[in-house]
């Protein structure tokens, strides 16, 4: 025993010059119960004698990564396939990873590398021993942590219900397989709060040599798979200059999911944003999709509306309106796409029970490019039409429209009221709004631009007789608007130019 311990002093002092630094192992630590902590980054200095229980060494890892192990070891003899073997433990004892190393002979120290993959954060053991080889075995033992390039995400979001909300335009990061097969997809909620086409940025790394590839899936609100998207895995933790960028058009206001997997290696580090271009113009104004939820429509004033912005859904819009005078009605209207090339939009209108009166197909270009169409709807009768809007094969539409000929909601048709009388018009700082009412009215008042954007909050008035209301035009730009006024059942617009 003397000749090994005077051996493995001078073992030390030679492989370590400044050994008051380094650590020893203390008896006993041959089991989990009674094992050395070793400090990562420190050399562990040892010895291990062939038939004696193993070493076994504890330590903690606050973050995932690998560990990047180099064992240093020889013996006293000539003696050849002396091998003292270095197991990773769990926290549980259980061997997760392993492997032997060659012992050097006559003293030469012989220096092994492991890297142990996938280690996520927590507490470990190193277990130090070995097959029967008569023989003992001097050991400095360097052990450090290699972290991943991306931070960890925030656990545990392994399904959708507890999926991480990702905000727009904003770098999310995680890992995944860091636990020798658990944790291989984890799941993110996003919300978009518009119709639009998103772009998502996915950038991932292994500790691995080699490339890899694997999947990002997108599901709607019902968890219905709506896209899988594959991407690429650098190796080696090797930087890289590119994204992994996908699209997906046509998605719909509301909430989806991303659910990115990795089943076939472990030690996965990513990171990934998503963005929203909106669609040309604004969202329809109403949930529209059917006849009894039209959407009223007024003479010259711009409506507008998508199409198939909810994944096939969507792809039926209601519009109506009134006729007072008999005259003829023209409809003028543009329309594109998200996508490229070219196709039709149907427009086909109906009278007040719903019977078809007429149909036409718009041509309309691709990326986001309108194309704008005129068509003579007939000569009309006073009544009330419908107006609808298809496209069942395309996604991703944007349109609008302006119906002339159809005059305007006569103010006998709002509650009780004999007219309505705006002055001066031209205005120019101020315009006054005079009415008569027979008996106490409800009203909204509203100013709207000639793209039917309101550019004057509503005010309610509750009163009855002759009344006047006086709206501020000072901050308003020279042109046309429309004065929009809403009873209980009916909506009017008086036109007004501001100079």
């Not at 130090?128 to 023989?135: C, K, L, R, T, V």
Request: net charge negative; aromatic share 12%.
């Amino acid at each position: 025993m003397e000749t090994m311990l005077s051996r493995y002093a001078i073992s030390l002092l030679t492989l370590l010059p400044c050994a008051v630094f380094a650590q020893t192992e203390s008896e006993p630590n041959n089991s989990t119960a009674t094992a050395n902590a070793l400090t990562m980054g420190t050399p562990m200095a040892g010895v291990w004698c062939s038939g004696e229980a193993a070493d076994v060494f504890s330590f903690t890892t606050t973050v995932d990564g690998y560990l990047d192990i180099v064992f240093d070891v020889s013996h006293n003899s000539p003696q050849l396939n002396v091998y003292v073997d270095v197991h990773l433990l769990d926290a549980s004892g259980q061997e997760v990873d392993g492997g032997p190393a060659y012992s050097g002979t006559d003293n030469v120290f012989n220096p092994v590398p492991f890297k142990f993959y996938c280690v996520s954060a927590g507490s470990y053991y190193l277990n130090i021993d070995g097959p029967a080889s008569n023989e003992c075995n001097d050991y400095v033992l360097h052990v450090a942590l290699v972290q991943p390039v991306f931070g960890n995400d925030m656990e545990p979001n392994n399904n959708s219900a507890q999926a991480q909300l990702v905000p727009e335009n904003t770098f999310i990061e995680g890992h995944e397989n860091y636990s020798y097969g658990d944790d291989n997809a984890d799941w993110f909620r996003i919300v978009t709060t518009a119709d639009g086409l998103m772009t998502l940025d996915l950038d991932a790394y292994n500790q691995n040599a080699g490339y890899y590839n694997s999947t990002c899936e997108l599901y709607d609100s019902a968890l219905n798979n709506i896209s899988t998207f594959t991407y690429y895995i650098g190796g080696l933790f090797e930087p890289d200059t590119s994204f992994n960028t996908f699209t997906r058009t046509c998605l719909g206001d509301g909430t989806y999911y991303l659910r990115v997997a990795s089943n076939t290696m472990c030690g996965l580090s990513y990171r990934l944003r998503w963005s929203l271009a909106p669609a040309a113009l604004t969202e329809d104004p109403a949930d529209n999709d059917v006849i009894a939820y039209a959407t009223p429509a007024y003479n010259a004033i711009e409506q507008q509306g998508h199409l198939n912005f909810d994944v096939g859904d969507d792809n039926s819009d209601w519009f109506v309106f009134d006729v007072l005078a008999e005259g003829p009605v023209q409809l003028n209207a543009a329309a594109t796409f998200m996508t490229s090339g070219n196709a039709n939009i149907n427009v086909a209108w109906f009278d007040d029970q719903g019977a078809p009166l007429g149909s036409t197909s718009g041509y309309m270009d691709g990326n986001d490019t309108f194309t704008p169409f005129t068509v003579q709807m007939g000569t009309f009768a006073p009544s009330t039409y419908y107006l609808q809007w298809t496209s069942p094969s395309l996604c991703g539409l944007s349109y609008r429209f302006t119906l002339s000929g159809i005059g305007q909601v006569g103010v006998a048709e709002l509650q009780a009221l004999d007219h309505v009388a705006l002055f001066p018009n031209p205005a120019h700082d101020r315009l006054d709004i005079c009415f008569d009412a027979t008996k106490i009215v409800d009203l909204g008042f509203d100013v709207i631009d000639l793209n039917g954007r309101t550019v004057h909050g509503s005010e309610r008035v509750q009163s009855s007789g002759t009344t006047t209301r006086t709206i501020d035009l000072s901050n308003f730009a020279i042109g046309s608007y429309f004065l929009r006024v809403t009873g209980a059942e009916r909506t009017t617009c008086f036109p007004f130019q501001k100079y």
